[in-house]
């Protein structure tokens, strides 16, 4: 429950309404939820309408999921907590690369400056190099 | 007094001119000369750098051995027009922009070093590698300097990197130190044209690797070098280094393509080709033919430079 208000401050940075980051958060709680679910489990004082709007808003934001189960929609959401920063941070990056019109420039640097410090990619290289490092320890002491 | 000033001015407007002309043949040509020359880091890094510099050396060779001759020899007592004047004026504006450029520069680069060489210690007996407090901003191995250049290691990368892997990554900042890499930074600086981004970029890339190649005498160096490059990569936040400074992990996307250089390295493989014997027998060829038509070559500059101007 501390982790869910922790990210109360990051999903300000989404420009998430005071209603929309209350659903967020149950939706959260709860894993997956229908409208109706939502209401009865969250005890949402609002109207029926009012809260599948704000789903529909959440889902076409893209933190929320949604498939069909029966004639509603289930909703679950596409991130934790915790990858709310991995968001905000695709979604600035996008809106600063859509306000920098046609130049290929600033997209090639922000995939040097991604690349340079893709943790998956370090990790990768430092097991070439233990592997390597081992190749050549055997090879010496093959040698030997 | 007048027919020297005159001299001087009709030389800049040569030399913008044909730095203009060279600057634009080299951004035509520098993809083609570098694809030749791609087996060799350093090869391609001498390459490289010398077609940025081609420009700069080959108008000011053409003005002393050309115009100011022709000039000198062939002028009459003719007063120069307007044109000759703003060409004049224009070059003097071009470098003098480029000489501010660098002054600025070197200024806030100062400033940045001596906030660097606050508590730092020497970390070698030779005093070559100085060990500094780690501070915000400082980056873990960065070599600093233009006419004395000198290694920085903060105390972070000393604590990291085992004892091969900081001596092998302090010899990659040496052989920068070497091959005068701060210098030519400045030099490049200094002598600015539109489009060259690129080259430039294409010669810091080729000088790492070259730095890489020469730090490296066997597969172990190579090993520790690329263990070095992952350690501090994971360290080093998104920052740019100073201008004329360069570090370890000074091009962080290169990273990724220096490692596995490094990995693929071979005793064959860290061999390059003497360049100068490449142009040798060009330059044997081409010393006799232009005494035999220097005079000629005169008389062309100097109608060129008479059509040019009027």
């Not at chain 2, 806030?108 to 020497?122: D, F, T």
């Not at chain 2, 972070?156 to 990554?169: G, H, N, Q």
């Not at chain 2, 020469?214 to 936040?237: E, F, R, Y």
Request: charge should be neutral; proline fraction near 4%; charged fraction near 20%.
């Amino acid at each position: 429950m501390d982790k869910l208000f922790a990210s109360e401050v990051r999903l300000t940075e989404v420009r998430l309404g005071p209603l929309e980051s209350r659903i967020l958060r149950e939706v959260w709680l709860h894993k997956s939820l229908t409208v109706r679910e939502l209401m009865t489990n969250g005890k949402l004082p609002f109207a029926y309408t009012t809260v599948m709007t704000t789903l529909d808003r959440l889902f076409k934001k893209g933190l929320l999921d949604r498939s069909e189960d029966g004639k509603a929609f289930r909703y679950s959401p596409t991130c934790t907590p915790a990858e709310v920063p991995r968001l905000v941070a695709i979604t600035r990056v996008r809106r600063w690369i859509e306000s920098t019109g046609s130049s290929s420039l600033p997209l090639s640097c922000f995939v040097e400056a991604i690349s340079a410090h893709d943790a998956r990619l370090l990790d990768e290289l430092r097991d070439l190099v233990e592997r390597k490092r081992a190749e050549l320890k055997k090879r010496k002491e093959k040698n030997i | 007094m007048m027919f020297v000033l005159r001299s001087l001015i009709v030389a800049l407007g040569f030399f913008g001119v044909v730095y203009c002309l060279l600057s634009l043949l080299v951004l035509c040509v520098w993809r083609f000369a570098y694809l030749l020359c791609r087996n060799s880091a350093v090869s391609s890094a001498r390459i490289l750098f010398g077609l940025r510099i081609f420009p700069l050396l080959g108008s000011a060779f053409a003005t002393l051995t050309l115009a100011l001759p022709a000039f000198f020899l062939l002028e009459g007592g003719m007063d120069e027009d307007m044109g000759t004047l703003l060409f004049g004026a224009g070059t003097v504006l071009l470098f003098g922009a480029g000489l501010f450029r660098v002054l600025i520069t070197q200024a806030s680069v100062s400033r940045q070093v001596a906030e660097w060489l606050e508590g730092a210690r020497p970390l070698d007996a030779d005093a070559v590698a100085l060990t500094l407090e780690a501070q915000y901003g400082l980056p873990p191995l960065v070599l600093y300097g233009v006419l004395t250049p000198r290694v920085l290691v903060s105390e972070i990368a000393v604590s990291l990197l085992s004892p091969d892997e900081m001596r092998v990554a302090v010899k990659h900042e040496m052989e920068h130190m070497r091959s005068r890499d701060n210098l030519k930074k400045l030099i490049l600086h200094g002598a600015p044209f539109p489009g060259m981004g690129s080259l430039e970029r294409a010669w810091q890339e080729a000088a790492e690797f070259a730095a890489d190649e020469a730090a490296v005498s066997n597969s172990d160096d190579a090993v520790d070098l690329a263990a070095a490059l992952i350690k501090l990569c994971d360290l080093v936040p998104v920052q740019d280094l100073p201008a004329f400074t360069t570090g370890l992990v000074d091009m962080t996307a290169l990273v990724n393509v220096r490692v596995r250089r490094l990995l693929a390295w071979n005793e064959h493989k860290g061999r390059h080709a003497r360049l100068w014997l490449w142009f040798a027998p060009i330059f044997l060829i081409a010393l006799p033919y232009a005494f035999a038509h220097y005079g000629q070559a005169l008389m062309i500059t100097h109608r060129a430079t008479e059509w040019f101007i009027h």
